[in-house]
Protein backbone atom coordinates (compact mmCIF):
# COMPACT_ATOMS: atom_id res chain seq x y z
CA UNK A 1 0.00 0.00 0.00
CA UNK A 2 1.38 3.18 -1.27
CA UNK A 3 1.07 5.69 2.16
CA UNK A 4 3.86 8.21 1.44
CA UNK A 5 3.62 10.00 4.99
CA UNK A 6 3.45 6.59 6.94
CA UNK A 7 7.12 5.74 4.68
CA UNK A 8 8.72 9.00 5.54
CA UNK A 9 7.61 8.61 9.10
CA UNK A 10 9.24 5.04 9.37
CA UNK A 11 12.43 6.17 7.90
CA UNK A 12 13.00 9.35 10.32
CA UNK A 13 12.50 6.69 12.80
CA UNK A 14 14.91 3.82 11.58
CA UNK A 15 17.24 7.19 11.48
CA UNK A 16 16.45 7.90 15.19
CA UNK A 17 17.20 4.62 16.25
CA UNK A 18 20.51 4.07 14.38
CA UNK A 19 21.90 7.47 16.26
CA UNK A 20 20.87 5.96 19.27
CA UNK A 21 22.86 2.80 18.10
CA UNK A 22 25.92 4.73 17.29
CA UNK A 23 25.47 7.39 20.18
CA UNK A 24 25.36 3.48 22.48
CA UNK A 25 28.29 2.57 20.86
CA UNK A 26 30.99 5.63 21.15
CA UNK A 27 29.99 5.78 24.87
CA UNK A 28 31.85 2.23 24.92
CA UNK A 29 34.33 2.58 22.56
CA UNK A 30 37.37 3.16 24.33
CA UNK A 31 36.83 0.34 26.25
CA UNK A 32 35.26 -2.71 23.70
CA UNK A 33 36.97 -3.35 20.56
CA UNK A 34 35.21 -3.30 17.21
CA UNK A 35 34.88 -6.51 16.01
CA UNK A 36 33.24 -7.15 19.51
CA UNK A 37 30.87 -4.74 19.29
CA UNK A 38 30.07 -6.34 15.40
CA UNK A 39 29.20 -9.03 17.22
CA UNK A 40 26.98 -8.29 19.87
CA UNK A 41 25.81 -6.00 17.29
CA UNK A 42 24.89 -8.11 15.20
CA UNK A 43 24.30 -11.19 17.45
CA UNK A 44 21.31 -9.27 19.08
CA UNK A 45 19.65 -7.92 16.11
CA UNK A 46 18.75 -11.68 15.14
CA UNK A 47 16.21 -12.80 17.40
CA UNK A 48 14.37 -9.10 17.00
CA UNK A 49 14.21 -9.97 13.06
CA UNK A 50 13.31 -13.32 13.72
CA UNK A 51 10.27 -11.86 15.56
CA UNK A 52 9.41 -9.63 13.36
CA UNK A 53 9.60 -12.33 10.38
CA UNK A 54 7.58 -14.91 12.24
CA UNK A 55 4.82 -12.26 12.98
CA UNK A 56 4.52 -11.53 9.15
CA UNK A 57 4.40 -15.06 8.46
CA UNK A 58 7.38 -14.86 6.34
CA UNK A 59 10.14 -16.78 8.45
CA UNK A 60 10.51 -19.39 6.02
CA UNK A 61 11.50 -16.78 3.44
CA UNK A 62 13.98 -15.34 5.92
CA UNK A 63 15.90 -18.62 5.97
CA UNK A 64 15.46 -20.18 2.68
CA UNK A 65 18.47 -19.05 0.37
CA UNK A 66 19.73 -20.17 -3.60
CA UNK A 67 22.36 -17.51 -3.06
CA UNK A 68 24.68 -18.39 0.16
CA UNK A 69 27.94 -17.40 -1.41
CA UNK A 70 26.56 -13.88 -1.99
CA UNK A 71 25.43 -13.81 1.52
CA UNK A 72 28.93 -14.56 2.60
CA UNK A 73 30.21 -12.12 0.70
CA UNK A 74 27.90 -9.17 1.31
CA UNK A 75 28.33 -9.80 4.97
CA UNK A 76 31.82 -9.94 4.48
CA UNK A 77 31.98 -6.36 2.96
CA UNK A 78 29.22 -5.35 5.41
CA UNK A 79 30.71 -6.63 8.49
CA UNK A 80 34.08 -4.92 6.88
CA UNK A 81 32.24 -1.34 6.89
CA UNK A 82 30.47 -1.71 10.53
CA UNK A 83 33.80 -2.63 12.06
CA UNK A 84 35.80 0.69 10.44
CA UNK A 85 32.60 3.07 11.09
CA UNK A 86 32.62 2.07 15.04
CA UNK A 87 36.21 1.69 15.23
CA UNK A 88 35.96 5.74 13.75
CA UNK A 89 33.34 6.46 16.24
CA UNK A 90 35.91 6.06 19.19
CA UNK A 91 38.32 8.48 17.77
CA UNK A 92 36.05 11.61 15.77
CA UNK A 93 32.95 13.00 16.61
CA UNK A 94 29.95 11.33 15.68
CA UNK A 95 28.51 14.39 13.67
CA UNK A 96 31.98 13.55 11.44
CA UNK A 97 31.38 10.43 11.55
CA UNK A 98 27.76 10.61 10.03
CA UNK A 99 29.02 13.07 7.61
CA UNK A 100 31.82 10.72 5.98
CA UNK A 101 29.14 8.11 5.91
CA UNK A 102 27.34 9.84 3.29
CA UNK A 103 30.08 9.55 0.97
CA UNK A 104 28.61 6.05 0.69
CA UNK A 105 25.77 6.39 -1.49
CA UNK A 106 28.01 8.84 -3.65
CA UNK A 107 30.60 5.86 -4.01
CA UNK A 108 27.50 3.35 -4.98
CA UNK A 109 27.08 5.01 -8.36
CA UNK A 110 30.63 4.43 -9.44
CA UNK A 111 30.54 1.05 -7.91
CA UNK A 112 27.39 0.16 -9.63
CA UNK A 113 29.24 1.67 -13.18
CA UNK A 114 32.33 -0.56 -12.51
CA UNK A 115 31.04 -3.80 -11.50
CA UNK A 116 26.87 -3.54 -12.30
CA UNK A 117 27.47 -2.29 -15.89
CA UNK A 118 24.92 0.45 -14.68
CA UNK A 119 25.02 3.25 -17.22
CA UNK A 120 25.88 6.67 -15.21
CA UNK A 121 25.65 10.30 -16.98
CA UNK A 122 27.41 13.31 -16.66
CA UNK A 123 24.42 14.65 -14.47
CA UNK A 124 25.11 12.20 -12.09
CA UNK A 125 28.78 12.08 -12.22
CA UNK A 126 28.99 15.58 -11.79
CA UNK A 127 26.94 15.04 -8.36
CA UNK A 128 29.57 12.87 -7.66
CA UNK A 129 32.47 14.81 -7.53
CA UNK A 130 30.71 17.80 -6.29
CA UNK A 131 29.83 15.20 -3.26
CA UNK A 132 33.33 14.02 -3.04
CA UNK A 133 34.73 17.54 -3.03
CA UNK A 134 32.20 18.07 0.49
CA UNK A 135 33.97 15.05 1.60
CA UNK A 136 38.01 16.24 1.30
CA UNK A 137 36.31 19.53 2.89
CA UNK A 138 35.35 17.51 6.00
CA UNK A 139 38.84 15.97 6.05
CA UNK A 140 40.75 18.76 5.48
CA UNK A 141 41.58 19.63 8.85
CA UNK A 142 42.61 15.92 9.67
CA UNK A 143 44.50 15.39 6.58
CA UNK A 144 46.52 18.98 6.96
CA UNK A 145 50.12 18.78 8.15
CA UNK A 146 49.93 22.45 9.66
CA UNK A 147 46.85 21.37 11.51
CA UNK A 148 49.67 19.26 13.36
CA UNK A 149 47.06 15.67 13.07
CA UNK A 150 49.33 13.68 10.58
CA UNK A 151 49.66 10.07 12.63
CA UNK A 152 47.12 11.28 14.89
CA UNK A 153 44.21 8.98 16.66
CA UNK A 154 41.50 11.68 14.49
CA UNK A 155 43.43 11.22 11.46
CA UNK A 156 43.23 7.50 11.80
CA UNK A 157 39.58 7.80 12.51
CA UNK A 158 38.55 9.79 9.37
CA UNK A 159 40.25 7.27 7.15
CA UNK A 160 38.74 4.47 9.04
CA UNK A 161 35.21 6.61 8.51
CA UNK A 162 36.36 6.46 4.32
CA UNK A 163 36.53 3.42 4.24
CA UNK A 164 34.14 2.15 6.27
CA UNK A 165 32.04 4.11 4.03
CA UNK A 166 33.60 2.06 0.99
CA UNK A 167 32.58 -0.97 2.22
CA UNK A 168 29.45 0.48 2.67
CA UNK A 169 28.95 1.27 -0.65
CA UNK A 170 30.41 -2.21 -2.07
CA UNK A 171 27.47 -3.57 0.08
CA UNK A 172 25.21 -1.95 -1.64
CA UNK A 173 26.17 -3.46 -5.09
CA UNK A 174 26.13 -6.86 -3.51
CA UNK A 175 22.53 -6.31 -2.34
CA UNK A 176 21.63 -5.01 -5.60
CA UNK A 177 22.60 -8.05 -7.60
CA UNK A 178 21.43 -10.65 -4.30
CA UNK A 179 18.35 -8.78 -4.81
CA UNK A 180 17.57 -10.60 -8.07
CA UNK A 181 17.32 -14.12 -6.89
CA UNK A 182 16.97 -13.27 -2.87
CA UNK A 183 13.98 -11.64 -1.25
CA UNK A 184 14.59 -8.81 1.25
CA UNK A 185 13.70 -10.12 4.32
CA UNK A 186 16.71 -12.85 3.33
CA UNK A 187 19.09 -10.68 3.11
CA UNK A 188 18.40 -8.73 5.99
CA UNK A 189 18.09 -11.99 8.39
CA UNK A 190 20.97 -13.94 6.41
CA UNK A 191 23.31 -10.64 6.97
CA UNK A 192 23.23 -10.51 10.96
CA UNK A 193 24.13 -14.15 10.98
CA UNK A 194 26.89 -13.91 8.52
CA UNK A 195 28.06 -10.86 10.16
CA UNK A 196 27.79 -12.31 13.96
CA UNK A 197 29.61 -14.77 12.98
CA UNK A 198 32.43 -13.12 10.85
CA UNK A 199 32.74 -10.72 13.68
CA UNK A 200 33.41 -13.82 16.12
CA UNK A 201 36.67 -14.25 14.41
CA UNK A 202 38.40 -11.08 16.04
CA UNK A 203 38.06 -12.29 19.37
CA UNK A 204 41.74 -13.30 18.52
CA UNK A 205 42.68 -9.80 18.13
CA UNK A 206 41.72 -9.02 22.04
CA UNK A 207 38.19 -9.08 23.09
CA UNK A 208 37.17 -7.44 26.86
CA UNK A 209 34.98 -8.52 29.47
CA UNK A 210 32.59 -5.80 29.41
CA UNK A 211 31.48 -4.34 32.46
CA UNK A 212 27.66 -4.85 33.28
CA UNK A 213 26.87 -0.97 32.02
CA UNK A 214 29.05 -2.18 29.17
CA UNK A 215 27.02 -5.54 28.66
CA UNK A 216 23.57 -3.87 28.18
CA UNK A 217 24.67 -0.84 26.33
CA UNK A 218 26.03 -3.51 24.15
CA UNK A 219 22.80 -5.28 23.76
CA UNK A 220 20.48 -2.43 23.55
CA UNK A 221 22.54 -1.87 20.33
CA UNK A 222 22.18 -4.68 18.71
CA UNK A 223 18.51 -4.66 19.54
CA UNK A 224 18.70 -1.09 18.42
CA UNK A 225 20.29 -2.49 14.90
CA UNK A 226 17.25 -5.25 14.59
CA UNK A 227 14.30 -2.82 15.11
CA UNK A 228 16.25 0.08 12.93
CA UNK A 229 16.47 -2.46 10.25
CA UNK A 230 12.76 -3.26 10.12
CA UNK A 231 11.96 0.30 10.39
CA UNK A 232 14.09 1.22 7.80
CA UNK A 233 12.61 -1.76 5.54
CA UNK A 234 9.06 -0.91 6.02
CA UNK A 235 9.94 2.20 4.97
CA UNK A 236 10.54 1.41 1.65
CA UNK A 237 7.21 -0.89 1.53
CA UNK A 238 4.97 2.38 1.74
CA UNK A 239 6.75 5.32 -0.13
CA UNK A 240 8.98 5.29 -3.03
CA UNK A 241 12.79 4.97 -2.58
CA UNK A 242 12.83 8.93 -3.77
CA UNK A 243 10.36 10.04 -1.41
CA UNK A 244 11.66 8.28 1.78
CA UNK A 245 15.84 8.22 1.40
CA UNK A 246 16.11 11.90 1.56
CA UNK A 247 14.85 11.54 4.97
CA UNK A 248 18.36 9.90 5.59
CA UNK A 249 19.72 13.41 6.48
CA UNK A 250 17.88 13.85 8.85
CA UNK A 251 20.77 11.82 11.08
CA UNK A 252 23.07 14.95 10.78
CA UNK A 253 20.82 17.05 12.62
CA UNK A 254 20.08 14.23 15.35
CA UNK A 255 24.30 13.44 15.34
CA UNK A 256 24.95 17.25 15.78
CA UNK A 257 22.06 17.10 18.97
CA UNK A 258 23.56 13.98 20.77
CA UNK A 259 27.34 15.13 19.59
CA UNK A 260 26.96 18.32 21.84
CA UNK A 261 24.63 17.58 24.87
CA UNK A 262 25.93 14.45 24.86
CA UNK A 263 29.63 13.98 24.06
CA UNK A 264 30.48 18.02 24.23
CA UNK A 265 31.36 17.76 20.46
CA UNK A 266 31.53 21.73 19.36
CA UNK A 267 31.58 21.31 15.35
CA UNK A 268 33.42 23.30 13.06
CA UNK A 269 31.96 25.45 10.42
CA UNK A 270 34.30 22.96 8.00
CA UNK A 271 32.58 20.08 8.99
CA UNK A 272 29.50 21.67 8.34
CA UNK A 273 29.89 23.16 5.26
CA UNK A 274 31.52 20.16 3.09
CA UNK A 275 28.28 17.92 4.89
CA UNK A 276 26.35 20.18 3.61
CA UNK A 277 27.89 19.73 0.14
CA UNK A 278 28.05 16.25 0.53
CA UNK A 279 24.07 16.05 1.72
CA UNK A 280 23.44 18.34 -1.46
CA UNK A 281 24.83 15.96 -3.91
CA UNK A 282 22.80 13.27 -2.09
CA UNK A 283 19.92 14.61 -2.84
CA UNK A 284 20.67 15.60 -6.47
CA UNK A 285 21.11 11.78 -6.84
CA UNK A 286 18.19 10.75 -5.51
CA UNK A 287 16.30 13.24 -7.68
CA UNK A 288 17.93 12.24 -10.94
CA UNK A 289 17.56 8.70 -10.32
CA UNK A 290 13.89 9.00 -9.52
CA UNK A 291 13.44 11.09 -13.02
CA UNK A 292 15.06 8.45 -14.56
CA UNK A 293 13.10 5.89 -13.26
CA UNK A 294 9.79 7.44 -14.50
CA UNK A 295 11.30 7.95 -17.85
CA UNK A 296 12.21 4.21 -18.06
CA UNK A 297 8.73 3.56 -16.80
CA UNK A 298 7.05 5.29 -19.38
CA UNK A 299 9.19 4.12 -22.35
CA UNK A 300 8.31 0.53 -20.63
CA UNK A 301 4.56 1.62 -21.05
CA UNK A 302 4.85 2.49 -24.49
CA UNK A 303 6.24 -0.56 -25.43
CA UNK A 304 3.83 -2.27 -24.43
CA UNK A 305 1.28 -3.42 -26.96
CA UNK A 306 -2.25 -2.17 -25.99
CA UNK A 307 -5.49 -3.81 -26.34
Known amino acids: MHQPLRGITLKVMSVCVFVAMSSLIKSISGHVPPGEVVFFRSFFAIPVIGVWLAMRGELHLGVKTTNPLGHFWRGLVGTTAMGCGFAALGLLPLPEVTALGYASPLMVVVLAAMFLNEKV ?28 SIGSGEQLGAM ?52 PVEAVVLVVAGLCG ?82
Open 121 to 148: GVFRLGAVALGMLGVMIVLSPRLSVAAG
Open 160 to 211: LALVGALFAALAQVFVRKLIQTESTTTIVFWFSVTASTLALTTIWFGWVWPT
Open 226 to 307: GVGQILLTSSYRHADASVVAPFEYTSMLLALIVGYFVFGEVPTLTMLGGAAIVISAGVIIILREHHLGLERARQRKAMTPSG
